[in-house]
């Protein structure tokens, strides 16, 4: 730093252009500020859209898992359904089968037929 003969600064600084720098650093400062803040709430508006989207997949999820709860019940009761109707079928089956037995043992065979009842 330049000094004079008597060891001061020859740099001189008035009131004005302290005041002067001081408010061209708050300037500075509040442009900064509101720079960051717009940025800021962009970033906050584009989470918020990304929120809204989760949350809209998030319940549509949540139905499809109830609808899907609604099927598989309907599928519990239409294989008991189909169980219980096997069984009678199977029951049915079982019971032409002794009717056709007891049949053929009570009907006579025509002459000349193969009888496998009866042993030669």
Same mark, same amino acid.
């Given at each position: 730093?330049? +000094?004079?003969?008597?060891?001061?600064?020859?740099?001189?600084? #008035?009131?004005?252009?302290?005041?002067? *720098?001081?408010?061209?650093?708050?300037?500075?400062?509040?442009? *900064?500020?509101?720079?960051?803040?717009?940025?800021? /709430?962009?970033?906050?508006? @584009?989470?918020?859209?990304?929120?809204?989207?989760?949350?809209?997949?998030?319940?549509?999820? /949540?139905?499809?898992?109830?609808?899907?709860?609604?099927? /598989?019940?309907?599928?519990?009761?239409?294989? @008991?359904?189909?169980? #219980? *109707?096997?069984?009678?079928?199977?029951?049915?089956?079982?019971?032409?089968?002794?009717?056709? /037995?007891? +049949?053929?043992?009570?009907? $006579?065979? $025509?002459?000349? @037929?193969?009888? $496998?009842?009866?042993? #030669?």
């Amino acid at each position: 730093m330049p +000094t004079e003969a008597g060891g001061t600064s020859s740099w001189k600084v #008035n009131g004005t252009s302290s005041m002067v *720098a001081i408010v061209g650093f708050l300037l500075v400062q509040g442009a *900064a500020v509101l720079i960051w803040g717009t940025r800021l /709430d962009s970033r906050v508006g @584009t989470l918020e859209t990304i929120h809204t989207d989760m949350e809209r997949r998030l319940s549509r999820v /949540d139905e499809s898992f109830r609808k899907l709860d609604v099927i /598989d019940e309907r599928q519990r009761q239409g294989q @008991t359904s189909l169980d #219980n *109707a096997t069984k009678k079928l199977d029951q049915m089956s079982s019971d032409l089968g002794q009717l056709r /037995d007891e +049949t053929l043992r009570s009907r $006579p065979l $025509p002459s000349g @037929t193969f009888d $496998p009842r009866r042993r #030669n």
